[in-house]
């Protein structure tokens, strides 16, 4: 039983170039979350999805899009990356319902120079 | 839109010292979630309270859920160093905000041996 899964688990981007993060998840979980994570900042809230073909927006949106085409994946992309956008980035998922625990991902370390 | 805000950011104590990190939400919660991320890792579930004015413990922690369900603490009697790292908490609103899980900025444990 896996859990969550991010891939890759590192990458460094050029400004400019765009990539996609992939999160998949293998407890049948209806919501999934995207996450940033900056030192002093926390975790930001980038999209989330409350199940497959949904996806609203979190807290900071801005430069990222996101699909759930499949009920057990949630993809991350950024279309044309930024140094702001040089982070830590989590994927969770969680059961429906308000008293659900989030299971989190390994991480993926991003860096755009 | 939901905030919810941590202090402190950081916390350096001796081992076998006290340990407390406040939460404050600018919303009603429907619960509240404590998560632990140690140094490199990622968030790992603790607790969640859903009960206003409910405390519950974990051995040397334990949690508190405010009357109004818009605050929460953690507190660690007589910290280790297993402690170390950092803790967050997390909340989800009511009706539609419910559908988000929106964390503190977190506290950072670091522990003199």
């Known amino acids: 039983n896996a859990g969550v899964t991010q891939t890759p688990k590192f990458r460094v981007l050029k400004t400019g170039q765009s990539m996609t993060l992939l999160c998949a998840q293998d407890?049948?979980?209806?919501?999934m979350y995207w996450y940033r994570q900056d030192p002093g900042m926390g975790l930001r809230l980038i999209h989330y999805?409350?199940?497959?073909?949904?996806?609203a927006k979190g807290e900071v949106p801005d430069g990222y899009n996101v699909s759930r085409l499949k009920k057990q994946n949630f993809l991350l992309g950024l279309e044309s990356a930024a140094p702001s956008q040089t982070s830590v980035y989590f994927c969770?998922?969680?059961?429906?319902?308000?008293?659900?625990?989030?299971?989190f991902g390994q991480g993926t370390r991003l860096t755009v120079v | 839109g939901q905030q919810v805000m941590q202090i402190p950011q950081y916390q350096h104590v001796q081992e076998g010292e006290d340990f407390t990190t406040y939460c404050n939400s600018s919303?009603?919660?429907?619960?509240i979630q404590w998560y632990k991320q140690r140094p490199g890792g990622h968030p790992v579930f603790l607790i969640q309270?859903?009960?206003?004015?409910e405390v519950k413990k974990q051995k040397r922690l334990t949690f508190q859920f405010g009357e109004a369900k818009k605050n929460s603490s953690l507190h660690i009697t007589a910290t280790q160093t297993t402690d170390v790292g950092t803790y967050f908490c997390?909340?989800?609103?009511?009706?539609?905000?419910?559908?988000?899980?929106?964390f503190g900025q977190g506290t950072r444990l670091t522990i003199n041996p």
């Open positions: 997390a909340g989800r609103g009511t009706f539609q905000g419910a559908q988000k899980l929106v």
């Open positions: 407890m049948n979980h209806e919501y």
């Open positions: 999805s409350v199940g497959e073909g949904t996806t």
């Open positions: 309270l859903v009960k206003s004015g």
């Open positions: 969770a998922s969680s059961y429906v319902g308000l008293h659900t625990e989030a299971f």
């Open positions: 919303t009603t919660l429907s619960n």
